[in-house]
């Protein structure tokens, strides 16, 4: 989006809006906020095939697990909503420290863009990770007639670990600490193999 664009809050716009946003030729929304979109749909799905499955009589003794994931997919679902707002600010991070003149404060600013733009896909496969987890256990107290919808929420989920993955490989490489860059590529390639894992046994289930 353009500068002028960048704080709006895009969620606010229509699909169709924000498809044609994604499709136009400029930095955001980009890779990063579409995933956090990906992640809120991963969410909103997950809390469908809940939606259904609470309060049923057959699966009246997981009422207590079923009234709890439901008050985490609904944090879940907000934290992804701010993590959309909060990849385009840190593009926007990154355009600031690029204008700046050579020297000192250059670097300092492009080393703080630099670890908002990583920060942000470690938090989307964190918050993940952690929908998998609860997708995994309910996958076995679900309402058999929408699983599909469950598998497909676990899909987007992993799908969003492997661009979280791609995001942060782009960015480590302009790190200054080597030993942060590796550390940072391990973490984040044991975090999509763990997606991996979990998706598998969803889809399994």
Known sequence: MAESESLQDVLSLSVRDFLAATAATQ??????SVAAVVGCLAAALGQMALGYTRGR???AQHAQFHDALARRLQRVRAMFEDLVGDDIQAYQLCVEAREIKPGPEK???TQIALAAAIDVPKELAKLCLAVLADLVEFSDK???RLMSDLKAAAALAAAVVRLSWYNVEANVADLDDSQAAGDLR???KADLEKAVLMLGKIENA
């Open 27 to 32: 930095p955001t929304p980009g890779g990063g």
């Open 186 to 188: 391990q973490g984040s």
């Open 107 to 109: 670097e300092q600013a």
């Open 142 to 144: 679900c309402n058999p």
């Open 57 to 59: 009589k057959a699966f």
